[in-house]
């Protein structure tokens, strides 16, 4: 739920005024977290297998192309980005929890991608994703904060069995060629449009590839699946608040001949104007509406409305280049168990990322001979000149050994300078 932009001063403070008298009324009945919220099914451990094994599969078959170990799912970035997260003051008790529970300011590092674990070219149309690494009790020991959204309200699965049948089904689209990859997605946007001219979405669709070519910055994401919030449960989404950004929402992307077009678009944006998103927070307040296990339902905004927390303010910068990639692509990795206590992921769909995301880490670091870790300190990427096309193995599909057998350069390579750098001395 927006605020209005438009309209007379009435409506807008009557609207104010009534979504105030309901966050106030939803104060007062909001249920507390607890551990028993959570029910895990008998075989996750055998499903968080399988999703590991599909992963694995992906993640192989790009190494094999690229010589270099990509993520197995939004591998491709368009957009990295730093800023600031500053947390708002005066906020209703039910919402000042956890990181947000009191104003501060805290340093973050963004990075915008799309779903594939394949570099594919930007006209073969997939969901994005926006994470956001925050400089809190923590969970295993980790000092950022970590939320990974992706520009739709619900998961295209209701729980981990789902997770793994609709990664059976994108794993084979790897390495099955631009061409085929193209038309295929041109199809399945098609079949979204006749789907949404209907009156309606799939998120399916979406998944495969029928995600509308728009404007990656013009997008609201969702972390689609519950976390705990302090003493309650919430969903959290950051959403575009400044005029320039707010302008994208829904604009087509031209992208026929421009294999990076998502890059451009993003790279222009942040060398021209400021941006602003503002950090959302839905609150669990009806159990039987609101599930826990299932990440394919829609939490009823009527119910229970998004509500501004925070908000993420990156300055002008070049928001893509290869030393920013080796520095965030390589040598970082997002988690939604990357966090504090009171944010504690749940559901299936999170506990199934648990071991997945990490175990797809690991590979990305030894066999790319790169230590992936936390920034220790305030992270600070590359300055310079945006580029469109980095230079490095496995940027935008760069191909240097089709065919080779998976590990045959490995023992040759040294340890690769992809940690976190210094600055550099910014442009004027």
Not at 12 to 35: C, D, E, I, V
Not at 70 to 76: D, E, I, N, S
Not at 153 to 168: H, T, V, Y
Not at 336 to 364: C, M, T
Request: contains cysteine.
């Amino acid at each position: 739920m927006l605020l209005p932009v438009c309209g007379t001063a009435g409506r807008t403070r009557r609207f104010a005024k009534g979504l105030k008298h309901q966050l106030l009324k939803n104060a007062l009945s909001t249920p507390r977290y607890g551990p028993s919220i959570e029910t895990q099914s008998p075989d996750e451990a055998e499903t968080g297998e399988r999703l590991n094994d599909l992963m694995r599969d992906v993640q192989r078959t790009t190494y094999d192309d690229y010589d270099h170990a990509m993520r197995p799912v939004h591998a491709k970035s368009h957009g990295l980005i730093e800023g600031e997260l500053e947390v708002l003051g005066n906020l209703l008790m039910t919402l000042a929890q956890g990181i947000f529970a009191r104003p501060a300011t805290y340093p973050v590092v963004l990075r915008l991608s799309t779903n594939p674990g394949d570099m594919l070219d930007d006209s073969i149309s997939a969901p994005r994703r926006m994470v956001i690494g925050v400089e809190g009790e923590r969970l295993e020991g980790y000092r950022t904060q970590d939320f990974v959204m992706v520009n739709a309200p619900i998961f295209a699965a209701s729980d981990p069995a789902a997770f793994a049948k609709n990664l059976r089904l994108l794993a084979p689209t790897t390495d099955t060629g631009q061409g085929w990859n193209k038309a295929f997605s041109a199809a399945l946007r098609g079949a979204e449009a006749a789907v949404e001219a209907a009156g309606s979405e799939s998120p399916m669709l979406t998944m495969m590839g029928g995600q509308t070519l728009t404007h990656s910055l013009g997008e609201t994401f969702y972390t689609q699946t519950p976390f705990r919030y302090g003493d309650y449960v919430a969903k959290l989404s950051l959403a575009s608040v400044s005029p320039a950004r707010r302008a994208l929402f829904g604009q087509p992307v031209e992208t026929r001949g421009l294999p990076n077009r998502l890059h451009e678009e993003v790279i222009h944006s942040l060398r021209e104007h400021e941006a602003e998103w503002e950090l959302r927070v839905q609150l669990r307040i009806n159990p039987e509406t609101m599930p826990i296990e299932d990440a394919s339902a829609i939490w009823p905004e009527d119910e229970s409305p998004y509500v501004a927390v925070a908000r993420i303010r990156p300055p002008r910068q070049p928001a893509w280049n290869e030393v920013r990639a080796r520095q965030v692509d390589d040598a970082l990795v997002f988690s939604p168990w990357h966090g504090i206590e009171a944010h504690w992921p749940l559901g299936g769909v999170n506990r199934a990322r648990k071991d997945a995301y990490g175990a797809a880490a690991d590979f990305r670091s030894e066999l790319n001979r790169c230590s992936i870790a936390e920034p220790t300190s305030r992270p600070s990427l590359a300055g310079g000149s945006a580029r469109t096309y980095g230079t490095a193995p496995g940027r935008e599909g760069r191909r240097t050994r089709a065919g080779a057998p998976l590990g045959a350069s490995v023992a040759s390579r040294s340890t690769r300078a992809c940690a976190m750098q210094p600055p550099e001395r910014r442009a004027a």
